[in-house]
Nanobody, 126 residues
Framework: QAQLVESGGGLVQAGGSLRLSCVVS????????MGWFRQAPGKEREFVAA????????YYVDSVKGRFTISRDNAKNTVYLQMNSLKPEDTAVYYC???????????????????WGQGTQVTVSS
């Protein structure tokens, strides 16, 4: 059973930066694609970014392109989300997740992600 633990959230002013980390255990990390999702109060969960198991490919939702960067360190079983130029609308609980199948080609399908962390709160003040 995979376990994911996020950290790095907090309160930051608009224009500031945060780096989220997610440490994964219980599976061979380098074989799995990873994603970051967020959920703001009263809103549906949003697929923010993803990185393929080979790290050769990444995905970003349009609203974060050019501001957020997803990366992974397979030696540390960790995926990161560097968030720059934060906006109040980025305020949400951020979750990391991994696909349930290794080497999947469907890593852009939200339904492929079924192992989740507990979430970390990001609050951006105006």
């Amino acid at each position: 059973q995979a376990q994911l633990v996020e950290s790095g959230g907090g309160l930051v002013q608009a224009g500031g930066s945060l780096r989220l980390s997610c440490v994964v255990s219980g599976l061979t990390f380098s074989h799995y694609s990873m994603g970051w999702f967020r959920q703001a109060p009263g809103k549906e969960r949003e697929f923010v970014a993803a990185i393929g198991w080979s790290a050769a490919n990444t995905y970003y939702v349009d609203s974060v392109k050019g501001r957020f960067t997803i990366s992974r360190d397979n030696a540390k079983n960790t995926v990161y989300l560097q968030m720059n130029s934060l906006k109040p609308e980025d305020t949400a609980v951020y979750y990391c997740a991994t696909t349930y199948r290794p080497y999947t080609s469907n890593w852009l399908d939200e339904g492929e992600y079924n192992y989740w962390g507990q979430g970390t709160q990001v609050t951006v003040s105006s």
